[in-house]
């Protein structure tokens, strides 16, 4: 039996449920039922206006972005589903810290609620370093069914990696 990596730390009643959808084909049609509507973030650039108009939003002042892009090298099967980064350098005098924030390219063609909730993650990750009580509640701050979406997006990286072992 396939260990389902993305919902390992669920109750094992639900991860019997998924296996059971996954084993009838029916995973996909029901995600694709809940979440019919795609999203039109196609470029960095355009990734980069949405991102800074919910942290516009929602977190006006925190530190400016200076790169939003999607990332075609972050490893989905490695857990990393976006990154968030500050690299400070020292220029004359004063320390500069650049902030980016990097999303998997598998997002790019994601229901569009699941493109919001690995923003409004790594959005999160801009005030609140580790995943804390604090971090949580901005993320519901954000997007009030943050916990709902991000168990539905597990969901949906847990049927497309069944795609690919059904492919192999």
Known sequence: MQPLKYLAGYPQHLQT???????????????????????????DGQLYDYVQALKDRHLRKSAPLD?????NRLQVLKQALGTHTTI???QGSRLKASREIRIASVFRD?????????VVHELAHVKESDHGKAFYQLCMHMEPDYHQLEFDMRLYLTHLGSLRVARA
């Open 17 to 43: 449920q998924v296996r059971e959808l996954i084993d009838q084909d029916r995973l996909g049609a029901l995600l694709a039922g809940k979440y019919p509507e795609p999203h039109t973030v196609r470029s």
């Open 110 to 118: 994601a229901p569009a609620a699941f493109l919001r909730v690995i």
């Open 88 to 90: 400070s350098r020292v």
């Open 67 to 71: 790169k939003v892009l999607y990332d």
